[in-house]
């Protein structure tokens, strides 16, 4: 790239780059020169804009953590509306499962990288944590509607909730067999325990 030449959003460039070598060698192959280099710009303009490479994870975890989180932030207001079972999947299909995957590798091969998500966004932010926390606060929202069961414990059932999603997304590969399969097995779960309208 020749030198002067400004690069749009770099940033998200240089993020999406870390996804894919992830995808293709694992957290284990990550450098510098690797993101860059699949990224197609100079080594330098990395460190031109982040301290040295866990500074641009730390970065990159921060940034889809926060993906994460607002795409499950508009949970609890759904309740009332709509199903329950289709409402969580929404949420929990709310990132692309390639972004949630590669964040889960990450945060998997470097836990330091969660505790510094966390004080950036807070607590209950890194991996599928915010899915778990927004998950059980709708679940006991709706059940004070009386559209889930009394006897269900909405964190219990979040946490197996975000347990299929975690399983799911490490091990297939194909985004729509991601879907098919989240969609189906978070059904199976929730579906037996709800009604379509408050009692």
Do not use: W
């Amino acid at each position: 790239m020749p030198r002067g030449v400004a690069i749009p959003e770099v940033r998200q460039q240089l993020f999406a780059a870390v996804e894919r070598v992830i995808a293709r060698e694992g957290p284990g192959k990550l450098s510098g020169r690797a993101v860059t280099g699949e990224a197609g710009v100079a080594t330098g303009l990395l460190y031109a804009h982040f301290a040295d490479l866990d500074d641009f994870l730390a970065g990159y975890a921060v940034d889809r953590a926060f993906l994460v989180s607002a795409a499950a932030a508009t949970l609890p207001d759904r309740a009332g509306t709509g199903s329950v079972a289709g409402n969580l999947c929404e949420a929990v299909l709310g990132t692309p499962p390639a972004t949630i995957r590669t964040l889960l590798r990450l945060l998997i091969s470097r836990p330091e990288l969660a505790e510094r998500v966390r004080t950036v966004l807070g607590a209950q932010t890194a991996g599928l944590d915010a899915i778990e926390e927004a998950a059980a606060s709708y679940l006991a929202a709706e059940q004070r509607l009386g559209r889930v069961a009394a006897a269900v414990q909405p964190a219990a059932l979040a946490l197996a909730v975000v347990g299929v999603l975690h399983h799911v997304v490490l091990g297939s590969a194909a985004e729509a067999d991601v879907h098919t399969r989240v969609r189906r097995a978070i059904t199976a779960l929730v579906e037996p325990v709800t009604t379509a309208a408050p009692r």
